[in-house]
């Protein structure tokens, strides 16, 4: 088999490719705003009837856009694969040479057994390649709860122990969370960066296998002129309904998409902030992150960072790859919807953001397109929903001009001289819902004809199933997402900003029904579904059915919430074989060694009720063993004269009053403390018990019980 060079891909190749996509996109729209046209100059042309054509031609290349993504994808998928992708550069029958890499996660106050047993599944699993040495693991914490870092601390060092990672496995804590996550790596790089090669940025809940990782690094040891390459992540280990329902749409449609994305964009592809690998020296060297003009929530710093970064490393000449059918990558999803909303609002504002870089200097054509589709998958929902309206009013407003039914049934469509005995707003309703389920038919088809295929998501029937009740549940949610959206773009308009909140995973969610937070988050959502929906069938009974679909998913929003937030659903549709996947009924060993893992930490018993909160801050005090490693840890620090006397009137509090009485910022700043930590483990075991505050008399009691293993409680 010839190898493909990423390095030298013809152009001319590439713009006849790019020429054949995007006239795709033009001609279906043009085609279809013909009707809209058509349809709004049957009736009394206004304003409203401008703002709706064009509102409809944004709306209509978006979906364009997206429909022909799967249907190139198909074209490649049909022919065998693409020639011209970046995994056909390497020669897998040989043993192609590796170079040094850190593999880095960052965490901020992540589930620790989570995040610990992943890496150990990680590290294990490159072990087995016999290409360790290539590599070095490091967990970047930006946690900001003192529990939270003293449990990452211990579980970091049993962890080191059991697998042998000292000297592999590398933990570290910043003082001051600044620039997020982006922050994050930047500090990691101006600190170690130069004595790797390249790098591997996973998310707290990333799992790749050794495999993967090995692939990746051989990839761009072939291909020199390659900054980044992004894999295809797939979403695993979901156990509510919802989180079963991203993972098998995840799965079954997205190889079509994939296909078609790394048709078009070949080496000017996107980096997805995790589950990549990037060359370090040019990341380092151009990929520094500037401040955007004026204030948050549009300036400052930068939230979405990873568009930017692959923006700058093309710029600076660096091609950046999509590796879409490598195996082995794997994330985990929000488990509920508001979950999903929570995680939006964050990348909602960053990504509208990017409307200050989509005239940058420098930046590629393909990179303003992504910052450009970036900015439109969220500033899509307000403009669908003033569309909605609009077109409410103008058929109100046409009602009130005629005094007749405006929806008429010798309404007809007519092209070209032709004319079709079908009402023309029915003809494009039938383009539109074309152009959107079409694409996870043929996915249905393509995977349902291959047996072995069809046999990892249950077999034909069941997939099919699945696939049906997956299509109306999205139905149902899109309007939902719709409002979530244009809320998120209104308040970040209004100048509202975003805190950075730790996202809950798929794997973390119990199944407790929160009737109160569903009803508060969903209440606006059914109010004016109700009132719009009423007002509707009131006054214009035929418009009400065009809108029902909308209206649907708006008034049972909440109850709709609670019964996809369950974990208890989500068993139960696996067991009768629903919303299936390969990661499910062919498990690689490594998500099977996690949730075995997982299993076996959660059956741990946990501290007493008084202690939890506060049980990091008790062992790093009283465990002469985890207090002597805390310090070893930190940063040693001179601090001054003022400082002092506050650490000391700090500590007096902690040992006389309790934890319960510090702040966090107090507690954190103990912690931070070396003098004071050493002070405070040497002043609790020299004072009696009546010096004490009784929460210190309980954690010395229960340490007492738990002193033959000090890790077993926390490392949960």
Known sequence: ?????????????????????????????????????????????????????????????????????AMVGFYVINRGGDSCRITRSVDWDSDPPLGSTA????????????????????????EETKKLEFFDFFILSDSTQPNQWIQ????????????????????????????????????????????YRYMVV??????????????????????????????????????????????????????????GLNYWQQGDGNYWGHNAIIRVQPFMAHCALPDLPGSEPFGGRILSHDFVEAALMRKAGWAVWLAQDIDGTYEEGPPTVIDNAKR??????????????????????ANRLHLLFGVLSYISSPLW????????????????????????????????????????????FLLTMLLLFLPKIISVILTAQKQTEAAKFGGPLRLSVSALLETIVSALLAPINMMFNAKFVLFTLLGQGTSWVTQRRGSSRDDADDWREAILTHGGHTIFGLVWGVSILVLLPSFFWWLSPVLVGLVFSTPLEIFLSKAGIGRRARQL?????????????????????????????????????????LQAVLDPYINAMHVALLHQRQPGEDAREYFHHLRQRLLREGPEELSAKEKM????????????????????????????????????????????????
């Open 385 to 428: 929903l003033l569309f909605l309206i609009l077109s409410t009013i103008r058929m109100l407003n046409l009602l009130k001009m005629s005094g007749v039914n405006v929806l008429r049934p010798e309404d007809v469509t007519s092209m070209l001289g032709y004319v079709i005995e079908v009402p023309e707003a029915f003809t494009l």
């Open 344 to 365: 939006d609002r964050r990348w909602c504002q960053g990504n509208l953001q990017h409307t200050w870089l989509l005239t940058a200097r420098g930046f590629h054509p």
């Open 202 to 259: 996973l998310d707290a809940d990333s799992i790749m296998t050794g495999r993967a990782l090995v692939q990746l690094v051989a990839m761009m040891e072939k291909n020199s002129h390659v900054g980044i390459i992004q894999t295809a992540p797939r979403i695993a280990n979901g156990k509510t309904l919802y989180a079963r329902l991203q993972s098998f749409a995840n799965r079954l449609y997205s190889p079509l998409f994939l296909a």
């Open 577 to 617: 074989g629903l919303f299936l996947t390969p990661e499910e009924t062919q498990a690689p060993f490594e998500l099977k060694r996690l949730e075995q893992n997982l299993a076996e930490c959660y059956r741990h018993l946990t501290p007493i009720e008084p202690l939890r909160d506060d049980y990091g801050l």
């Open 1 to 69: 088999m010839k190898l493909f060079d990423a390095d030298q891909i013809h152009p001319l190749r590439l713009q006849r490719r790019r020429f054949l996509f995007f006239s795709c996109i033009i001609l279906l729209t043009s085609f279809a705003t013909w009707f809209m046209a058509d349809l709004v100059w049957r009736d009394h042309i206004d304003a409203s009837g401008i703002a709706i054509l064009i509102l409809f031609v944004i709306l209509f290349a978006h979906v364009a856009t997206g429909f022909c993504l």
């Open 103 to 126: 593999i880095v996660m960052p965490v901020f106050n992540e589930d620790v057994s989570r995040v610990l047993e992943g890496l150990r599944v990680i590290f294990r699993s490159v």
């Open 669 to 716: 700043g103990l912690l931070l403390d070396a003098e004071s930590m050493i002070w405070l483990h040497r002043e609790l075991w020299s004072l009696p018990a009546g010096a004490l505050a009784e929460w210190w008399r309980l954690a010395m009691r229960q340490y007492n019980v738990l002193t033959a293993s000090p890790v077993t409680a926390l490392y949960r």
């Open 152 to 195: 990452e601390e211990v579980a970091w060092a049993e962890l080191c122990k059991q697998v042998g990672g000292f000297g592999k496995i590398f933990y570290r804590k910043r003082r001051q969370p600044i620039n997020k996550k982006a922050g994050n790596v930047a500090d990691f790089l101006r600190r170690w960066g130069r004595r």
